[in-house]
């Protein structure tokens, strides 16, 4: 088993930064790849980006490309993604995922573990 917490949402204006934590609880953290994801109001979960078990090779979804950076630190047991140039569509909750794997997927269905997710909200 695994536990994770997100903290770090709130609300920022267009063109702001946050960065979200995801702390881990449980197994050995550095076996799991992690997955950030977004789900906006009526709208279907979203694939944010990835980072491996080892990190730190990422990778991301083209809205958020140049932007977006994740990073992990497995001596605390932590995954970050920091949101630059943030946009009114970024606006969502946000959630990590822990995968038993090296390599992150795509799918929210590949993921063994999830958090609670965290809201972010970006006035235009």
């Known amino acids: 088993q695994v536990q994770l917490v997100e903290s770090g949402g709130g609300l920022v204006q267009a063109g702001g930064s946050l960065r979200l934590s995801c702390a881990a609880s449980?197994?050995?953290?550095?076996?799991?790849?992690m997955g950030w994801f977004r789900q906006a109001p009526g709208q279907e979960r979203e694939f944010v980006g990835g980072?491996?078990?080892?990190?730190?090779?990422?990778y991301y979804a083209d809205s958020v490309k140049g932007r977006f950076t994740i990073s992990r630190d497995n001596a605390k047991n932590t995954v970050y993604l920091q949101m630059n140039s943030l946009k009114p569509e970024d606006t969502a909750v946000y959630y990590c995922a822990a995968r038993y794997r090296s390599v992150w997927s795509v799918s929210a269905d590949e993921y063994d573990y999830w958090g609670q997710g965290t809201q972010v909200t970006v006035s235009s």
């Open positions: 449980g197994q050995t953290f550095s076996m799991y790849a």
């Open positions: 980072i491996k078990r080892s990190g730190p090779i990422t």
